[in-house]
C-alpha cells in the first residue's frame, strides 16, 4: 500500500512538472477516447478485434498454452511443479487467479474503444507468458520425443517469424530515413554548420509512417509529414465530415498537390502552399501520381527500398520510394 502510494505520489508530481497543471493521463485516456470518441479517427476495428486478433498476434505459437493457462488461473487451478513444493497453495491459487482477471478486465475494457492496437495489450504480454509457461510445461515436461519435436517446430515458427517481421517486414520505412542521414552526413559533411545549407524533405505517406522525428534529428534538416490531428476543437455534429490532411491527401491526391504544393513554375505562390522539398518520399502505390504531377520536373528517383511483401493499408503498398531535385 505504501509502495503504491509513493509511486502514484511521484506519477502525479511528475505529471504536474511536464503538462505544467494537475491531471491524471488515465483519466484523460479515457475522456479522449471513450467520452469524446476521437480516436475513431485513427481506425475502428471490431469489438472482437483482441480476441481474432489481438491474442493471437502477440502470442503467436503461444496461443493456445496461454489460453489454457487463462482458463486455470480463472478456475483457482494451479499446475505445480517439483520446485514449487513449499508454496502456499492458497498463495498460488489467488495469484493465478489475479494474473488470470487482470487480463480479461484490460482486454474487456480495451474492447470499448472503437480503435484498437495490439500494442495497447503489450503490458499484458508478461502474464500471459507467465500462465503459458506453466501449460508448457506440463504438456511439454514428460520425455516423449514427439512432444519434444513438436515444441522444437513451435519454437522454430517464433524464431522465423521473429526475423522476418524484425528485419524485412517494413523495413523500407527505416532504411529511407538512414539513406536521408546519410547523404546529410557524408554527401554535405557539416564543416560549420552556420553556413551549411538546409535539407528539405516531405514524407508524402500515411501519418506515423516512419520515425522521421526520432532519426532526423539535427537542426540543418527541415522536414515535414501529413498530419493526422484528431478534430480536438471540432463541433461533435461536424466530426462525421472531418478530414485530417493525410485523408484529403489521398482521397485526391492530384487536387491536393495542385493546391497545397507550390507551382512547379511559376512565382505564383501564396502563403498556404508549401515549397516543393529537396527530397520527397512515397509508397510505390503513389508511384504513378508523383510521376504524372512532376513528370515536367527536374525531380527523379534517387533512392528505392523494399519495405514489404503484403500490407493491410493499400495506401503502404509497394516499396519506400525517394525523389531528388537534379542539381
Given at each position: 500500500m505504501l509502495c503504491g502510494s509513493g509511486i502514484l505520489a511521484i506519477s502525479a508530481i511528475s505529471d504536474r512538472s511536464f503538462y505544467g497543471q494537475w491531471t491524471f493521463p488515465p483519466l484523460r485516456f479515457l475522456h479522449f477516447n471513450i467520452v469524446q470518441s476521437l480516436a475513431v479517427f485513427y481506425g475502428r476495428?471490431?469489438?472482437?478485434?483482441?480476441?481474432?486478433?489481438?491474442?493471437?498476434?502477440?502470442l503467436t505459437t503461444a496461443l493456445p498454452f496461454a489460453l489454457m493457462g487463462l482458463w486455470n488461473a480463472l478456475r483457482g487451478r494451479t499446475f505445480t511443479g517439483s520446485h514449487d513444493n513449499d508454496r502456499d497453495p492458497l498463495t498460488a491459487r489467488v495469484q493465478a487467479f489475479s494474473f488470470g482477471s487482470t487480463v480479461v478486465m484490460m482486454v474487456c475494457t480495451l474492447s470499448l474503444i472503437s480503435h484498437k492496437e495490439v500494442r495497447f495489450i503489450y503490458?499484458?504480454?508478461?502474464?500471459?507468458?507467465?500462465?503459458?509457461?506453466?501449460?508448457?510445461?506440463?504438456?511439454?515436461?514428460?520425455?516423449?520425443?514427439?512432444?519434444?519435436?513438436?515444441?522444437?517446430?513451435?519454437?522454430?515458427?517464433?524464431?522465423?517469424?521473429?526475423?522476418?517481421?524484425?528485419?524485412?517486414?517494413?523495413?523500407?520505412?527505416?532504411?529511407?530515413?538512414?539513406?536521408?542521414?546519410?547523404?546529410?552526413?557524408?554527401?554535405r559533411p557539416t564543416i560549420d554548420s552556420r553556413i551549411q545549407s538546409n535539407v528539405t524533405v516531405g514524407f508524402l505517406m500515411p501519418c506515423h509512417s516512419t520515425p522521421w522525428r526520432s532519426h532526423?534529428?539535427?537542426?540543418?534538416?527541415?522536414?515535414?509529414?501529413?498530419?493526422?490531428?484528431?478534430?480536438?476543437?471540432?463541433?461533435?455534429?461536424?466530426?462525421?465530415?472531418?478530414?485530417?490532411?493525410?485523408?484529403?491527401?489521398?482521397?485526391?491526391?492530384?487536387?491536393?498537390?495542385?493546391?497545397h504544393m507550390a507551382p512547379l513554375r511559376g512565382s505564383n505562390v501564396n502563403s498556404e502552399q508549401r515549397p516543393w522539398p529537396e527530397f520527397v518520399v512515397f509508397f510505390e502505390q503513389l508511384e504513378s501520381t508523383m510521376k504524372e504531377h512532376l513528370q515536367a520536373s527536374s525531380y527523379h528517383e534517387c533512392w528505392r527500398g523494399f519495405n514489404s511483401h503484403f500490407h493491410d493499408d493499400w495506401r503502404r503498398n509497394g516499396d519506400v520510394i525517394v525523389w531528388c531535385i537534379s542539381e
Open positions: 476495428n471490431r469489438p472482437d478485434y483482441y480476441l481474432t486478433e489481438g491474442l493471437p498476434l502477440l503490458p499484458l504480454l508478461p502474464i500471459m507468458h507467465v500462465l503459458a509457461g506453466r501449460e508448457v510445461l506440463r504438456v511439454f515436461g514428460r520425455r516423449f520425443p514427439i512432444r519434444k519435436t513438436i515444441l522444437f517446430c513451435l519454437l522454430a515458427v517464433n524464431l522465423v517469424l521473429a526475423i522476418y517481421s524484425s528485419l524485412v517486414h517494413q523495413r523500407g520505412v527505416i532504411d529511407v530515413l538512414n539513406y536521408l542521414r546519410k547523404e546529410y552526413q557524408v554527401i532526423l534529428v539535427w537542426p540543418n534538416i527541415d522536414a515535414w509529414a501529413l498530419t493526422c490531428e484528431p478534430p480536438l476543437d471540432v463541433p461533435m455534429t461536424e466530426r462525421a465530415a472531418y478530414l485530417d490532411e493525410a485523408d484529403q491527401f489521398y482521397k485526391d491526391p492530384k487536387a491536393w498537390l495542385t493546391e
